[in-house]
């Protein structure tokens, strides 16, 4: 009766889907019910990317540092998924490198040990998939910039590996102010190039 009661309280709050004849099920789409107001409001308000960016800067600097102090058999892991990254940069797939460095992230985060912390990056997973393919979009226009992140997701890299937390923290955060540094002048450069086609198209009307 305990395990029933428990049950049909996880069920009315949405938790749990019965399926008649079928069984109990966990819902699927939990994360909804966190990621799916602010998902609408980065939809609406492409300023507030960068809001994003910065709790980045949060959530990778502490999985960056907890992984270089706790992480073990997870360096094998880890190391296949940094690979990833670079096979897919250098078969210019943005798509496949985007995917490679979301997973990357959620495999450092998993070797951090903290559960509340995977917990947050999992609920953010479809406003991170979204944000990490749009930088890239911008990235892969200037392929000089693209050289300098990937350069700096190395040295993050390479601290996790020589078990260096603090170096593992400062990298990433290295790595996170340089990509918003980057996205801020080439979204001031698409502001200003559009205000002048705006002007253009008042002086030929």
């Known amino acids: 009766p305990s395990l029933r009661e428990a049950i049909q309280k996880l069920e009315a709050k949405g938790f749990l889907l019965r399926r008649q004849g079928g069984g109990t099920f966990v819902q699927s789409n939990l994360w909804q019910s966190f990621s799916d107001p602010l998902a609408q409001l980065l939809e609406g308000h492409p300023e507030s990317q960068f809001d994003l960016l910065e709790t980045r800067h949060a959530l990778e600097g502490i ?101 260096s937390p603090e170096v593992a923290r400062e990298a990433s955060h290295r790595h996170l102010a340089f990509l918003e540094d980057v996205l801020l002048d080439m979204s001031r450069e698409h502001t200003r190039r559009e205000r002048s086609l705006r002007r253009l198209q008042q002086y030929t009307e």
Not at 80 to 94: E, F, M, T
Not at 119 to 131: A, D, G, I, Q, W
Not at 141 to 161: C, D, G, N, P, Y
């Open 63 to 163: 999985a960056a540092y907890y992984a270089a102090l706790r992480g073990t058999a997870d360096f094998v892991r880890i190391t296949n998924s940094h690979q990833a990254i670079a096979d897919a940069r250098d078969a210019g797939d943005v798509e496949a490198e985007s995917q490679a460095v979301l997973q990357y992230q959620l495999i450092v985060t998993e070797a951090a040990h903290n559960v509340v912390l995977l917990h947050l990056l999992r609920c953010m997973v479809p406003m991170l998939e979204k944000n990490i393919r749009q930088n890239f979009e911008f990235l892969y226009t200037r392929k000089e910039m693209l050289a300098m992140v990937s350069e700096h997701r190395e040295q993050v890299f390479r601290a996790i590996m020589s078990r």
